[in-house]
């Protein structure tokens, strides 16, 4: 072989050596480059939500996740991760700095629904926080509670739970201590009349009503319909309630709705349907704009003149019944001007169980304008007598009553 071809092999032999190299190097720096990527984007099955504009979720999650590593690695004290993460979501809905959106864990949101159906686990009674001396006030006792089983009476004062004496510093906590697990015990220091007695009353479910009735002692004629909240069975409560009034001589109504702060929509609406002729119920706007609309048909089960009792308790789906039955002119408004919530909020089921309750829409009487933030005004202003609450009071006592009572009796000499 001569000298000339050793040196074209030679040649030929170094480009080779040089292009593999370069080659290696190349896939190197380009599976580092990758690597890094990746690691940079560790979500990128996700889907970039539509709306995001300039926002880059995968650059936040990425920190999230590198702050996770660090936590998880670094930090010389105690870490839960479920229990840090629980609170970053909970915190990631509040920013929004909206008193209706609340994330809730699977457990909240159980109970959440459960007392929107009327279930319940506790004792049964419904309080009022005394202020002129410590107590809980028993308003009221639920039909076939365990407070009705251990003999808890209407009227009744508690003074002490488990031994520790109600006062205005604990009473939130003493209020936590009555309710409990349900099949354990809680032992009540009542005050009754003058006597103090100690009840022991084993803690149970039970199914509280949504609304209750009677014909008035001190008008004839007068149904009166309390709505306590909006259930699952509130609109049938409600046909249940006017059948029964009617057949009993009712000619004229009162619907109770003070310290109502809500609950489902939809039961408001089949009550309403049963109210107002046809047309619209409600109107609904969406995070878009849309706007849409419930209707009811012709059909009405009351042919009477109405009263709507209402005060700053009156809130949300509440509102929108005294509100609906004014714009239709078919009741009058009677009490103090309400809350003032006209927005909506459904209920999305999360991956890992949990709940989101976001506000998604306001909704608005049929006519009139949106009460959000400005509450519903009563056609006749009254208050109650200073530090007293309707429920504590005899229909004689309850000048709101009094003066729906007077003004469906002044209609009926106008008709």
Not at 8 to 34: D, E, H, M
Not at 42 to 53: A, Q, R
Not at 385 to 399: A, C, G
Not at 407 to 415: F, H, M, R, T, V
């Amino acid at each position: 072989m001569t000298d000339k071809t050793l040196k074209w092999l030679y040649r030929i032999t170094c480009f080779c050596l040089a292009f593999l190299i370069g080659f290696l190097v190349g896939a190197l720096a380009l599976k580092i480059t990758s690597d890094k990527n990746s690691e940079k984007s560790p979500f990128s099955d996700l889907s970039v939500p539509e709306g995001s504009g300039d926002y880059n979720l995968y650059e936040d999650l990425y920190v999230f996740n590198e702050l996770y590593k660090i936590i998880n690695t670094s930090y010389m004290g105690e870490f839960d991760p479920d229990v840090a993460m629980q609170s970053a979501l909970e915190q990631y809905v509040a920013s929004l700095k909206d008193p209706y959106s609340v994330y809730m864990t699977n457990e909240l949101a159980d109970s959440f629904i459960d007392g929107n159906f009327g279930k319940k686990v506790g004792i049964g009674v419904r309080i009022y926080k005394l202020t002129e001396t410590p107590g809980m006030y028993v308003y009221q006792v639920i039909k076939g509670s365990p407070a009705e089983k251990h003999g808890i009476l209407t009227g009744d004062i508690i003074t002490a739970v488990d031994g520790t004496a109600v006062t205005d510093e604990n009473y939130n906590q003493m209020v936590d201590n009555v309710s409990g697990t349900e099949g354990t015990t809680v032992t009540l220091t009542v005050l009754r009349g003058e006597n103090s007695l100690d009840i022991p009353v084993v803690r149970g479910s039970f199914v509280a009503s949504s609304v209750e009735y009677k014909m008035l002692d001190s008008a004839e004629g007068v149904g009166y319909i309390r709505i306590l909240s909006l259930a699952s069975d509130t609109a049938v409560a409600f046909k249940n309630a006017v059948t029964v009034l009617e057949k009993q001589g009712a000619k004229k109504y009162i619907f109770d709705v003070r310290n109502n702060s809500g609950g489902y929509l939809s039961s408001i609406i089949e009550v309403l349907d049963m109210l107002l002729p046809e047309g619209p119920i409600v109107r609904y706007n969406d995070a878009t704009g849309k706007e849409t609309a419930d209707h009811s048909d012709a059909a009405t089960i009351v042919n009477a003149p109405m009263a709507v009792l209402m005060n700053g308790g009156t809130a949300s789906a509440a509102e929108l019944f005294s509100s609906a039955l004014k714009d239709y002119k078919l009741a009058v408004l009677v009490g103090e001007t309400t809350f003032g919530k006209g927005v909506m909020q459904t209920l999305f089921t999360l991956p890992n169980g949990d709940t989101l309750k976001l506000t998604t829409s306001t909704y608005s009487p049929p006519f009139s304008e949106n009460y959000n933030g400005i509450g519903v005004i009563p056609d006749i202003e009254v208050s109650l007598p200073e530090d007293k609450q309707h429920y504590m009071l005899s229909e004689e006592e309850d000048t709101q009553l009094q003066a729906a009572i007077s003004a469906l009796e002044d209609e009926e000499k106008q008709d």
